[in-house]
């Protein structure tokens, strides 16, 4: 057993964070399926890599230009095209699961973050084209969003909560699911179908916190470094328990309803001086997600080793680490705004230049 099976083993899906049309053409995607892999996330970074460096798209680009569409409607035709054929290579996994993995996320426009109802529109018109039980529309978890998501939830859509930064994103996010589905339910909906993760991003974390403990600078200050996207992963993992495994959901779960998974993001370490699988291996445990970036993904299969149930562990000590950050002025919930904001604009960014590749 490799260790994506292992930890698969333990309850957590290992999912690869890339997707493009020669990931698929040259059968990497089916290679990463065979060996464990159990769905696929995308953002607007990925797609503006994958066409700006790949040939695969320019057949179907040059085809385009004869037709009436502005670079949105370009671009969507693109990655819609990519998606579907995602889906169809990872719909064994979701028959195998009866719907609990296989995935494939695709995120609405950026520009849509704080717009409710071009966000619940654009959402029922990607979930329409793509056409496949087994697709995630990707939100972002704003306030909009949250709100967003509450009512396509309700209508039976399977959504990706993405830049979740915060223990108040978390909350606010697993509200909004849960009611979601009481709607959906109350409407005679089958709830049983929808399937939800919400994506909590945790190497940002450590880059922000880094530097603000070293522009603290104190031996206390300093001596916390490292440590704030684990601490926030492990919370946001008892919070999850609370919620979905408490009796404030069992009226749901009793008709099929499925918790709303976490799901670890931005899991690539981006300080060489830590572990490079510092945001797999402590946070592997039951109901869980992990999206891995291809080198991580990597690293993970090279030398990945897997303890079972290793996000529940230490729970208290996270909780003490958080609020010693606090302790020292660094506020998780007021960071998380600035970095959701942050990434954000790092998304809104790499879609601009998607639209410039196909206008």
Known sequence: MNPIQAARAAGQQ?????????LINQ?????????????????????????????????????MRSENLNAEQR??????EDVQRACDAMRAVFEASKGDAGYVSLEVSPALADDE???VAAARRLAAAVARD?????????AAGVRAIETLIGEGLSINVTLMFSLAHVDAVAGAYQRGLEKLAANGGEVSRVRSVASVFLS???????????????PEALALRGKAGVALARQAYQHYLARFHGAGFAALAARGGRPQSMLWASTGTKNPAYSDLMYVEPLIGPETVNTLPD??????????????NAVAQDAEAAAA??????????????????????????????????????A
């Open 295 to 308: 080198a991580t993904l990597a690293a993970f299969a090279d030398h990945g080793k897997v303890s079972a």
């Open 134 to 142: 087994n697709l995630l529309v990707k939100i972002p978890a704003t």
């Open 204 to 218: 940002r974390w450590d880059s922000l916190v880094d530097t603000l403990l070293a522009d603290i600078g104190t």
């Open 14 to 22: 290992i999912w690869l964070d890339n997707l493009s049309r020669a």
């Open 321 to 358: 680490h958080i609020a010693a950050l606090a302790a020292v002025g660094l506020d998780m919930n007021v960071l998380g705004e600035r970095l959701q904001s942050d990434g954000l604009a790092q998304f809104a960014s790499a879609f601009g230049k998607l639209l410039e590749l196909t």
């Open 75 to 80: 671009y969507e035709r693109l990655v819609i």
């Open 117 to 119: 109802a071009g966000t």
């Open 27 to 63: 059968g990497l995607l089916a290679r990463h399926i065979e060996n464990g892999v159990a769905g696929v996330t995308t953002n607007p970074a990925i797609f503006h890599k994958a066409i700006a460096e790949g040939q695969d798209y320019r057949p179907a680009l040059d085809a």
